[in-house]
Structures are given as structure tokens and as C-alpha cells.
T-cell receptor
């Protein structure tokens, strides 16, 4: 079973920041938080991952709370092309990726 | 760099028939995953290989599904016999050996319709 909880859906205005929350209260010390997104009819696309420090790349920022029980994915300037299902995943030491239901993000003009 | 290649992209079969899917991972990637994604749900892990050994196949319905990864490169997933509930997208993914900065890359998937 997935070790994460996400809201089923969210809306965001185009050009604004999209903040997607994720709860992972049972995460272990050596498990990473990964974020993927899936645009309709495509395979999941990697976005970002982290262990305990905040991370930033060209796509997004990942904020992990100090107790590591939750995290937030931030898309700084959402565009219509960011409309997708976003998955927050706790990745086990074996490399196993278990997907939950994800959050459907709808970016509106 | 070439991505994960899967074929075919689409397949329609009748129930009780057999079907096979093929995956060619990114060159040098030791880990290969097969996922099943039913419409409206998140991908479900069926099997994970490390080189040509199985790491996890706990969710693979072994009475009808089989998978192999000969020589630790390409992989095939087979369903025999197919049921209506096997209609789904079958995704293949690969990643380097597990480590701090490894990410898994997914193919486009094979959409299976069982009628």
C-alpha cells in the first residue's frame, strides 16, 4: 500500500504558484520522497525528490518538514501544460516505487 | 539519450487469449519495473527486476501473469489467459542501481483492451 496521502484534486490559476501537499507520517529514516506527474495518456514523468533537505530544480521546489512527516511540491508559475495528476511517493531502500491515487491539478486560465 | 521503449502501443484481444508486451530499458539501467494502470487509478507495481533477478513480485497474479528479463536487459510481460479485468495500460520503467540520486524513467505504456 502507498505510504502517502494526497488531496484528490486542486485548482490553480495560471501564472500563480501551485502548492501540492502530501502526508507521509510513517516514512522511515532512509526513505526518500519522490514526486512524479502524469499527463493524460503518457507515462509518469519524474519531477523531483528529496530526503530531508529542501530541493529545487528547473521544474519545481520540494519542501520537506523537519519531522519528515509531510512535504509540499511547489510549481512556482503554473501553466496550462502543468495540468496533470501529481503523485507523491515514498521510495523504499529497494528502489520500490508505490503509487497512490495522486492529486489531479487543474490549472485554469 | 534514448528513453524506455515499449511495444506494442495498443493491443486488443479476446478474453482467454494470450498476449505479450516488450520493454527495452535505458542502456545501463539495472532496475526494471512493470506496472499495471487501470483507468482512473495510480500505477500498481507488478514486478521489479534488479539485473535479471526478481526483487519484488508480490503483486503479480502468478496464475496468469509471467515476466522475464533475460541477460538483464530487455523484458517481456505475458498474460495467459487474459481476463476482462486485465484491460489497462502496462507501463515499463527503468532506473540505475538504487542510490541517492537515481530516478526511474517510464515508457509510454501499452494499452491493452480485452473484449
Amino acid at each position: 500500500d502507498a505510504k502517502t496521502t494526497q488531496p484528490p484534486s486542486m485548482d490553480c490559476a495560471e501564472g500563480r504558484a501551485a502548492n501540492l501537499p502530501c502526508n507521509h507520517s510513517t516514512i522511515s529514516g532512509n526513505e526518500y520522497v519522490y514526486w512524479y506527474r502524469q499527463i493524460h495518456s503518457q507515462g509518469p514523468q519524474y519531477i523531483i525528490h528529496g530526503l530531508k533537505n529542501n530541493e529545487t530544480n528547473e521544474m519545481a521546489s520540494l519542501i520537506i518538514t523537519e519531522d519528515r512527516k509531510s512535504s509540499t511540491l511547489i510549481l512556482p508559475h503554473a501553466t496550462l501544460r502543468d495540468t496533470a495528476v501529481y503523485y507523491c511517493i515514498v521510495r523504499a531502500y529497494t528502489g520500490k516505487l508505490i503509487f497512490g491515487q495522486g492529486t489531479t491539478l487543474q490549472v485554469k486560465p | 539519450e534514448a528513453g524506455v521503449a515499449q511495444s506494442p502501443r495498443y493491443k486488443i484481444i479476446e478474453k482467454r487469449q494470450s498476449v505479450a508486451f516488450w520493454c527495452n530499458p535505458i542502456s545501463g539501467h539495472a532496475t526494471l519495473y512493470w506496472y499495471q494502470q487501470i483507468l482512473g487509478q495510480g500505477p500498481k507495481l507488478l514486478i521489479q527486476f534488479q539485473n535479471n533477478g526478481v526483487v519484488d513480485d508480490s503483486q503479480l497474479p502468478k496464475d496468469r501473469f509471467s515476466a522475464e528479463r533475460l541477460k538483464g536487459v530487455d523484458s517481456t510481460l505475458k498474460i495467459q489467459p487474459a481476463k476482462l479485468e486485465d484491460s489497462a495500460v502496462y507501463l515499463c520503467a527503468s532506473s540505475p542501481l538504487w542510490g541517492k540520486n537515481t530516478e526511474a524513467f517510464f515508457g509510454q505504456g501499452t494499452r491493452l483492451t480485452v473484449v
